[in-house]
């Protein structure tokens, strides 16, 4: 089993930056694709970010270019830097785990493991 909890979420202004961070334990999170999520009332989660065990990274369409995952082992830790953010943004971002193709890490339904999500609001 594996444990996720994300913080970093908060009240930020269009433009601003904030950085999450999803810590695990239970496991050791080096095997694992680590994805981050997001979703708004009455709409289907949407893929924003992962990085594979191996560390290649795929984005989502709507935040490629200003978000950036990345992952620290020795940490068991994975973070999202999300920088020009915009009104929207905003949404709860949740952070998954799980082991599977590469081709599949955009679906939700491939992780194994979710996190509690961490509420970010960005104001215009």
């Known amino acids: 089993q594996v444990q996720l909890v994300e913080s970093g979420g908060g009240l930020v202004q269009a433009g601003g930056s904030l950085r999450l961070s999803c810590a695990a334990s239970g496991r050791t999170l080096s095997s694992y694709a680590m994805g981050w999520f997001r979703q708004v009332p009455g709409k289907e989660r949407e893929f924003v970010e992962a990085?594979?065990?191996?560390?290649?990274?795929y984005y989502g369409y709507s935040v490629k270019g200003r978000f950036a995952i990345s992952r620290d082992n020795a940490k068991n830790t994975v973070y999202l830097q999300m920088n020009s953010l915009k009104p929207e943004d905003t949404a709860v971002y949740y952070c998954a785990a799980g082991s599977f193709p590469a081709s599949s890490v955009s679906r939700a339904g491939s992780y194994d493991y979710w996190g509690q999500g961490t509420q970010v609001t960005v104001s215009s």
């Open positions: 990085i594979t065990w191996g560390g290649n990274i």
